[in-house]
Nanobody
C-alpha cells in the first residue's frame, strides 16, 4: 500500500530555511505527480506545491518565490526547500501522491523567534 514518511521539520527563526523530505513507497513513484500540503493550527489543510513526473512545478501564491519542490525518482524521494520562512508558514507539512488518498504522519514546522 501507499506509504509516505515526511521528515525534516523543526523550529526555525523567521527568515530561516528548512528542507523537508518525503520517502514514498507502494506505488509507481516515477510516474506520479507529488504534492506538498500543510495544515496550520486551527485551519484546514491547504495545498502548497506540486511536481509532475517530469519535474514541472507549481506553487501556491503564498509560497511562490520562497519554496522549491524537487524529486529524486531513483530514490522515491520528494523534497520541499523552504527559504525566507515566515511565522505564517508554521504548520504540519504533508506529502501526497496525486490521485491517491493516503497521507503520511506529517512533519511539524514552527517559525518563531
Amino acid at each position: 500500500q501507499v506509504q509516505l514518511v515526511e521528515s525534516g521539520g523543526g523550529l526555525v527563526q523567521p527568515g530561516g530555511s528548512l528542507r523537508l523530505s518525503c520517502a514514498a513507497s507502494g506505488f509507481s513513484f516515477s510516474t506520479s505527480p507529488m504534492d506538498w500540503s500543510r495544515q496550520a493550527p486551527g485551519k484546514e489543510r491547504e495545498w502548497v506545491a506540486r511536481i509532475t513526473s517530469t519535474g514541472g512545478q507549481t506553487y501556491a501564491d503564498s509560497v511562490k518565490g520562497r519554496f522549491t519542490i524537487s524529486r529524486d525518482n531513483g530514490n522515491n524521494m520528494v523534497y520541499l526547500q523552504m527559504n525566507n520562512l515566515k511565522p505564517e508558514d508554521t504548520a504540519v507539512y504533508y506529502c501526497r501522491a496525486f490521485g491517491f488518498s493516503s497521507w503520511g504522519q506529517g512533519t511539524r514546522v514552527t517559525v518563531s523567534s
